[in-house]
């Protein structure tokens, strides 16, 4: 079980889509609060 992930990315918009694409035949999504990808400027 998965439970409450955090991603940290660069492009929010671009990393949504991918992870959305990639997630979803797992049954994740935007509508459940198990996973957040979060903006992160300071990345290395």
Do not use: C
């Amino acid at each position: 079980m998965i439970d409450h992930t955090s991603i940290p990315v660069r492009d929010l918009n671009t990393s949504a889509s991918f992870y959305g694409r990639g997630l979803a035949p797992l049954g994740f999504g935007k509508k459940y609060p198990e996973f957040w990808i979060n903006l992160r400027q300071d990345m290395i």
